[in-house]
């Protein structure tokens, strides 16, 4: 059982806007910033949102990140093929530990 | 560029114990903290370990705590992960990451994979 929860799948069709939640508590998302990651099938995970809204250099524009209280999303815009993968957030936990997300599948239709 | 790049995993009995390392270039690694993060087969990420810069804080997972010591070696740019009494539910790819500065890690290594089987 994640620490943090998402959903476990989210899709759209190319060009559109897709959002997905990250929920936590106050010991977690509540007092900690935000990173999100996208993890291709095969691969490592990459930093996409770093700091609840920011974007690491090379990071497209169409990610975008926001948090509110013990809450957080990850916005993709323009959605691309190439934009189906695994989605996770993660923060630090104020009882000493990092948490994840359990993931979220993103499937392009 | 920065570079995380793990080894030492492989197939282990149950009740065996493993040490995995990672080594980092492109940057100056006693100045970042670090992370080992695992994936079970088909599963999501789990946190596992973390060691300060200095090596003087060390933090870990409450599903682990007592079997996993986390150690760095800042003259050879490595970190290790000694994982002891391995378990069947230990089977995952275990990655190395940098830590952004108490936010969660930036960069991540490629993973190494260890089995846990008889």
Redesign the interface.
């Known amino acids: 059982q994640s620490v943090l929860s998402q959903p476990p799948s989210a899709s759209g069709s190319p060009g559109q806007r897709v959002t997905i939640s990250c929920s936590g508590s106050s010991s977690n998302v509540g007092s900690n910033t935000v990173s999100w990651y996208q993890q291709l099938p095969g691969t490592a995970p990459k930093l996409l949102i770093y700091n609840n809204d920011l974007r690491p250099s090379g990071v497209s524009a169409r990610f975008s990140g926001s948090k509110s209280g013990a809450s957080a999303s990850l916005a993709i815009s323009g959605l691309q093929s190439d934009d189906e993968a695994d989605y996770y957030c993660a923060a630090w936990d104020d009882r000493l530990k990092m948490a994840f997300g359990g993931g979220t599948k993103l499937t392009v239709l | 560029q920065v570079q995380l790049v793990e080894s030492g995993g492989g197939v282990v009995q149950p009740g065996r114990s493993l040490r995995l390392s990672c080594v980092a270039s492109g940057f100056t690694f006693s100045s970042y903290a670090m992370?080992w993060?695992r994936q079970a087969p088909g599963k999501?990420?789990?946190?596992v370990a973390?060691i300060s810069f200095d090596g003087t804080r060390k933090?870990?997972?409450?599903s682990v705590r007592g079997r996993l010591t986390i150690s760095r070696d800042d003259s050879k740019n490595t970190v290790h992960l000694q994982v002891t009494t391995l378990k069947h539910e230990d089977t995952a790819v275990y990655?190395c990451a940098r830590d952004?500065g108490?936010?969660?890690?930036?960069?991540?290594?490629?993973?190494t994979l260890v089995t846990v089987s008889s």
């Open positions: 992370h993060v999501g990420l789990e946190w973390y933090y870990y997972a409450d990655y952004l108490w936010e969660p890690p930036d960069y991540w290594g490629q993973g």
